[in-house]
């Protein structure tokens, strides 16, 4: 089952993006053990720049869910969708579907 | 001293000779005016013993002079001439005294006028000086001193070479160096745009406009110099206050509405009362939402962060499409809503946006029109120019503020006093974004009457 790291600062969005990535029927990803498939991050927090710089230009692809347009530079790299919040759930799914298209589950 | 009263003065100074040779001077003032009064012993000449002569005095100066004679008895000749010598010699230290006197007055209320005027001058924080026709300094205040030397202008030549030395200290010396000598060729108003100091991110205004003769000629120009750095940064920290809270509102945003969509499935187990409390959860949600996109679009456009996406467009489809969109809101108040499209030429222009200034005005007639009125819009090309006319029968916006509604953030008291919903942001999107076109956008209106907006769009040659 594909398996997708949150890297949120808001307690409240964190539980809307977890449910939405398990009604898709994929797992989220807990703690630095697990293997990810795909990153869903807010590029402009800590954790989300932590997440960034532990997998580096060669990690799964990211889907950035941030408060700043993407005008803002903050996408890294390796980003394959970038979504201005308050983007619905659906599109959310959308991007994450379209993330594993582009690379396949390691 | 008043040509008048130097005038008054030589004639005095030459009557108190003339007493030296002929006669006492005796020098009086009455009401505020001086005068003179000479014993004439050359009156003598006439046949007279005694004769008194004297100045009349008219708006200031001599303007005749009078003469009494009187016939003597016994007087000794000798003693005439001894007075006469005595008198001449009082008259003289007399006139000299009030002539000093004249003097002194004078210089004092020329000193006084000239304090007054640099103490008018220096009181503003603006630098500002007069400059004759070449531009050189005639005047200038304290202020425009200090913010030269600040700007390490040189202290000589004309204004117009002072400002332009200084060009490679600042941002945009290019653009800067261009208008200085547009400014130096033209005769008309002018202000000089702001210009930033590099390196301290000081940065000043200036203003300039002529000075003309009776004739309508160039005599000259007045030159002032303000910094406006503090100004600057209150609209930054204005900005940047606008753009954190637009941001910060999306993370809140997102979980009401996420979860709200979540709900959907859910929505079936609640009575109809949730559900109808569901709806305007939706519906404010969906008006937070909206604003936060027009805070965010409104920074990207003055960022000039907004790029237009150019193509040839139809217009009337647009704003048929608008106000489709617009009917069913329009149809609930009872407010008829119509297209007239009549040889709309081709501009290209970017869908989205003009979608958006049209989607704004039309749905802004909508708002500010009760039922039983009416909203027009009209296209039509008039001087090559495409023009899109949106008329309502509306509330209408008093006079006095038809110039701040296209302010950002501004609201009608018209539209406030109704508590009708909005956030002053739409006319100001629309300008912008019709301006980025190259077009003009104007409001006019009448309070009861209606509110007539104008949208010209420049069309492709």
């Given at each position: 089952m594909p398996c997708v790291l949150v890297a949120e600062p808001d307690a409240d969005v964190r539980q809307l993006l977890e449910l939405t990535i398990r009604r898709l029927g994929y797992e989220v990803a807990t703690g630095e053990s697990s293997e990810v498939d795909a990153v869903l991050l807010e590029p402009a927090c800590a954790a989300g720049q932590s997440v960034v710089r532990r997998f580096g230009d060669n990690g799964p692809p990211v889907v950035c869910f941030s408060i700043y347009p993407r005008e803002e530079g903050l996408a890294p790299p390796a980003s394959v969708a970038y979504l201005l919040k308050p983007s619905s759930p659906v599109a959310i799914a959308e991007a994450l579907r379209d993330a594993f298209g582009v690379q396949p589950a390691i | 001293m008043s040509l008048a009263r130097r005038r008054f003065f030589l004639t005095s100074v030459a009557l108190c000779g003339l007493a030296v040779l002929w006669g006492v001077m005796i020098a009086f003032q009455w009401a505020g005016k001086l005068g003179t009064i000479t014993l004439a012993p050359w009156v003598a000449l006439l046949g007279f013993d005694l004769g008194v002569v004297g100045g009349f005095v008219g708006a200031g100066s001599m303007v005749g002079l009078w003469l009494v004679t009187a016939d003597l008895q016994g007087t000794a000749l000798d003693n005439v001439q001894i007075a006469v010598r005595v008198g001449s010699m009082v008259a003289l230290g007399v006139g000299a005294g009030f002539a000093g006197r004249l003097l002194r007055e004078s210089e004092r209320s020329q000193r006084s006028v000239a304090m007054l005027q640099?103490?008018?001058?220096?009181?503003?924080?603006?630098?500002?000086?007069?400059?004759?026709?070449?531009?050189?300094?005639?005047?200038?205040?304290?202020?425009?001193?200090?913010?030269?030397?600040?700007?390490?202008?040189?202290?000589?030549?004309?204004?117009?070479?002072?400002?332009?030395?200084?060009?490679?200290?600042?941002?945009?010396?290019?653009?800067?160096?261009?208008?200085?000598?547009?400014?130096?060729?033209?005769?008309?108003?002018?202000?000089?745009?702001?210009?930033?100091?590099?390196?301290?991110?000081?940065?000043?205004?200036?203003?300039?406009?002529?000075?003309?003769?009776?004739?309508?000629?160039?005599?000259?120009?007045?030159?002032?110099?303000?910094?406006?750095?503090?100004?600057?940064?209150?609209?930054?920290?204005?900005?940047?206050?606008?753009?954190?809270?637009?941001?910060e509102l999306r993370t809140p945003l997102t979980s009401i509405s996420g979860f709200l969509e979540m709900m959907h499935d859910e929505e079936e187990g609640l009575g109809e009362s949730g559900r109808r409390y569901l709806d305007?959860?939706?519906?404010?949600?969906?008006?937070?939402?909206?604003?936060?996109?027009?805070?965010?679009?409104?920074?990207?456009?003055?960022?000039k962060r907004v790029e237009l996406q150019l193509e040839p467009l139809d217009i009337s489809e647009l704003a048929e499409r608008s106000v489709e969109s617009i009917r069913p809101t329009a149809d609930e108040k009872g407010v008829a809503i119509s297209v007239v499209a009549e040889h709309a030429p081709a501009v290209?222009?970017?869908?989205?946006?003009?979608?958006?200034?049209?989607?704004?005005?039309?749905?802004?007639?909508?708002?500010?029109?009760?039922?039983?009125?009416?909203?027009?819009?009209?296209?039509?090309?008039?001087?090559?120019?495409?023009?899109?006319?949106?008329?309502?029968?509306?509330?209408?916006?008093?006079?006095?503020?038809?110039?701040?509604?296209?302010?950002?953030?501004?609201?009608?008291?018209?539209?406030?006093?109704?508590?009708?919903?909005?956030?002053?942001?739409?006319?100001?999107?629309?300008?912008?974004?019709?301006?980025?076109?190259?077009?003009?956008?104007?409001?006019?209106?009448?309070?009861g009457e209606g509110t007539r907006v104008t949208v010209a769009l420049p069309t492709t040659p």
């Amino acid at each position: 089952m594909p398996c997708v790291l949150v890297a949120e600062p808001d307690a409240d969005v964190r539980q809307l993006l977890e449910l939405t990535i398990r009604r898709l029927g994929y797992e989220v990803a807990t703690g630095e053990s697990s293997e990810v498939d795909a990153v869903l991050l807010e590029p402009a927090c800590a954790a989300g720049q932590s997440v960034v710089r532990r997998f580096g230009d060669n990690g799964p692809p990211v889907v950035c869910f941030s408060i700043y347009p993407r005008e803002e530079g903050l996408a890294p790299p390796a980003s394959v969708a970038y979504l201005l919040k308050p983007s619905s759930p659906v599109a959310i799914a959308e991007a994450l579907r379209d993330a594993f298209g582009v690379q396949p589950a390691i | 001293m008043s040509l008048a009263r130097r005038r008054f003065f030589l004639t005095s100074v030459a009557l108190c000779g003339l007493a030296v040779l002929w006669g006492v001077m005796i020098a009086f003032q009455w009401a505020g005016k001086l005068g003179t009064i000479t014993l004439a012993p050359w009156v003598a000449l006439l046949g007279f013993d005694l004769g008194v002569v004297g100045g009349f005095v008219g708006a200031g100066s001599m303007v005749g002079l009078w003469l009494v004679t009187a016939d003597l008895q016994g007087t000794a000749l000798d003693n005439v001439q001894i007075a006469v010598r005595v008198g001449s010699m009082v008259a003289l230290g007399v006139g000299a005294g009030f002539a000093g006197r004249l003097l002194r007055e004078s210089e004092r209320s020329q000193r006084s006028v000239a304090m007054l005027q640099t103490a008018l001058i220096d009181s503003t924080l603006d630098g500002i000086c007069l400059t004759d026709e070449h531009g050189e300094i005639l005047i200038s205040n304290r202020p425009l001193r200090r913010l030269s030397a600040e700007l390490g202008m040189p202290q000589s030549g004309s204004v117009p070479e002072r400002l332009l030395a200084i060009a490679d200290r600042l941002a945009e010396p290019e653009r800067y160096r261009s208008r200085m000598q547009e400014l130096a060729t033209t005769t008309g108003e002018a202000t000089l745009d702001e210009f930033e100091l590099v390196g301290s991110g000081r940065v000043f205004r200036g203003y300039t406009t002529p000075v003309r003769d009776p004739n309508g000629g160039l005599a000259g120009r007045v030159w002032t110099l303000r910094e406006v750095t503090a100004d600057r940064e209150l609209d930054r920290m204005r900005d940047a206050f606008v753009a954190t809270v637009s941001h910060e509102l999306r993370t809140p945003l997102t979980s009401i509405s996420g979860f709200l969509e979540m709900m959907h499935d859910e929505e079936e187990g609640l009575g109809e009362s949730g559900r109808r409390y569901l709806d305007v959860i939706r519906r404010s949600t969906q008006r937070l939402h909206l604003l936060v996109e027009d805070l965010l679009l409104i920074a990207q456009i003055e960022a000039k962060r907004v790029e237009l996406q150019l193509e040839p467009l139809d217009i009337s489809e647009l704003a048929e499409r608008s106000v489709e969109s617009i009917r069913p809101t329009a149809d609930e108040k009872g407010v008829a809503i119509s297209v007239v499209a009549e040889h709309a030429p081709a501009v290209r222009a970017d869908r989205a946006r003009i979608s958006q200034v049209l989607d704004n005005l039309v749905s802004n007639a909508v708002k500010f029109t009760d039922g039983g009125g009416e909203v027009r819009v009209q296209i039509d090309a008039e001087d090559g120019e495409l023009r899109i006319v949106v008329a309502d029968t509306g509330i209408g916006i008093p006079e006095e503020e038809q110039g701040q509604v296209f302010s950002r953030f501004f609201r009608a008291s018209t539209a406030t006093q109704q508590a009708i919903p909005g956030t002053g942001l739409g006319l100001a999107i629309s300008r912008a974004l019709v301006e980025q076109h190259g077009g003009r956008i104007a409001v006019s209106s009448r309070v009861g009457e209606g509110t007539r907006v104008t949208v010209a769009l420049p069309t492709t040659p």
